[in-house]
T-cell receptor, first 114, second 115 residues
Framework: SQTIHQWPATLVQPVGSPLSLECTVE??????LYWYRQAAGRGLQLLFY??????ISSEVPQNLSASRPQDRQFILSSKKLLLSDSGFYLC?????????????FGSGTQLSVL | AQKITQTQPGMFVQEKEAVTLDCTYD???????LFWYKQPSSGEMIFLIY??????QNATEGRYSLNFQKARKSANLVISASQLGDSAMYFC????????????FGTGTRLQVFP
């Protein structure tokens, strides 16, 4: 069966520090991968999605970046965190890009930038 | 333009009663899929139910059903016989056929079930 792992679960970082959140999927190949951010009490904002290695689309301009060094690995990074980067980050995957394909989510990372 | 609109930031329902969570959407694509997810306080996102734009019947999954009104572009979630464990955030989402890479979410509705 497929599983998705996301870490760390919580992270407290000072403003200006770098960030690296990692997400891996097991039990499937060539998944579509996604990074979402959820601000406190808000909906999910799509940040990045990837349909293959080195194929990454960015949805919103920001100081975050994403990379997919391996088929089932998706990394969210920042060189210098801002206060506004605080939030709950969710990684997700789907098998295909059909309209009926649901997303499977990781357990999330609560990031607090102080 | 916002694609998914959930106008109820919060809803209350008594245990064992039914509740409807509203969702409207905007798309010019004739082919699309609509999803509902539940997010408990733990933060995980749990898939509940799916409705395709060409599906003739309203989707049902156990106590969850989707009241799909295509002409009105609404896809309301109905939870029957509410349980205390249903207390959570609920998100409506859409995937369009011309842009199937992305699943776009609404802002969510917080449901609280009281005894």
């Amino acid at each position: 069966s497929q599983t998705i792992h996301q870490w760390p679960a919580t992270l407290v970082q000072p403003v200006g520090s770098p960030l690296s959140l990692e997400c891996t999927v097991e039990g499937t190949s060539n998944p579509n991968l996604y990074w979402y951010r959820q601000a406190a009490g808000r909906g999910l904002q799509l940040l990045f999605y990837s349909i293959g290695i080195d194929q990454i689309s960015s949805e919103v301009p920001q100081n975050l970046s994403a990379s997919r060094p391996q088929d089932r690995q998706f990394i969210l990074s920042s060189k210098k965190l801002l206060l506004s980067d605080s939030g709950f980050y969710l990684c997700a995957w789907s098998a295909e890009t059909d309209i009926n394909e649901k997303l499977f989510f990781g357990s999330g990372t609560q990031l607090s930038v102080l | 333009a916002q694609k998914i609109t959930q106008t109820q930031p919060g809803m209350f329902v008594q245990e064992k009663e039914a509740v409807t969570l509203d969702c409207t959407y905007d798309t010019s694509d004739p082919s699309y899929g609509l999803f509902w997810y539940k997010q408990p306080s733990s933060g995980e996102m749990i898939f509940l139910i799916y409705q395709g734009s060409y599906d003739q019947q309203n989707a049902t999954e156990g106590r969850y059903s989707l009241n799909f009104q295509k002409a009105r572009k609404s896809a309301n979630l109905v939870i029957s016989a509410s349980q205390l464990g249903d207390s959570a955030m609920y998100f409506c989402a859409m995937r369009e056929d011309h842009n199937t890479d992305k699943l776009i979410f609404g802002t969510g509705t917080r449901l609280q079930v009281f005894p």
